[in-house]
Nanobody, 126 residues
Framework: QVQLVESGGGSVQAGGSLTLSCVVS??????MSWFRQAPGKEREGVAY??????????TYGGAVKGRFTISRDSARNTLYLLMNSLKPEDTAMYYC???????????????????WGQGTQVTVSS
């Protein structure tokens, strides 16, 4: 069973930065994403990175494009999310997800991800 453990969340003022990390217990050929969910809202795709053999292509949600950067370090079995220019509307629980069985639709389709972390809270104050 693959386990994902996120860390790096916290409280920051608007305009600040945070880097989230997600350690994967068994590294493999997964495509991976960061999602977030704010209270009362649906889970939202934030950043996606394709498998290493497919070139590690990245895709970002419209709300974070240009501010967030997703990356992976295979030597450390770790996925990262660098978040710059944070806004109060970025406040949410952030989840790391990995998948190896594609069910179709878009990279933001939750069903495409078989493994999920427990989440790390990010709070941005104005």
């Amino acid at each position: 069973q693959v386990q994902l453990v996120e860390s790096g969340g916290g409280s920051v003022q608007a305009g600040g930065s945070l880097t989230l990390s997600c350690v994967v217990s068994r590294w493999g050929s997964y495509y991976m994403s960061w999602f977030r969910q704010a209270p009362g809202k649906e889970r939202e795709g934030v950043a996606y990175i394709s498998t290493i053999p497919t070139g590690g292509v990245t895709t970002y949600g419209g709300a974070v494009k240009g501010r967030f950067t997703i990356s992976r370090d295979s030597a450390r079995n770790t996925l990262y999310l660098l978040m710059n220019s944070l806004k109060p509307e970025d406040t949410a629980m952030y989840y790391c997800a990995a998948g190896d069985t594609w069910h179709g639709a878009s990279v933001w389709t939750v069903a495409n991800y078989q493994y999920w972390g427990q989440g790390t809270q990010v709070t941005v104050s104005s």
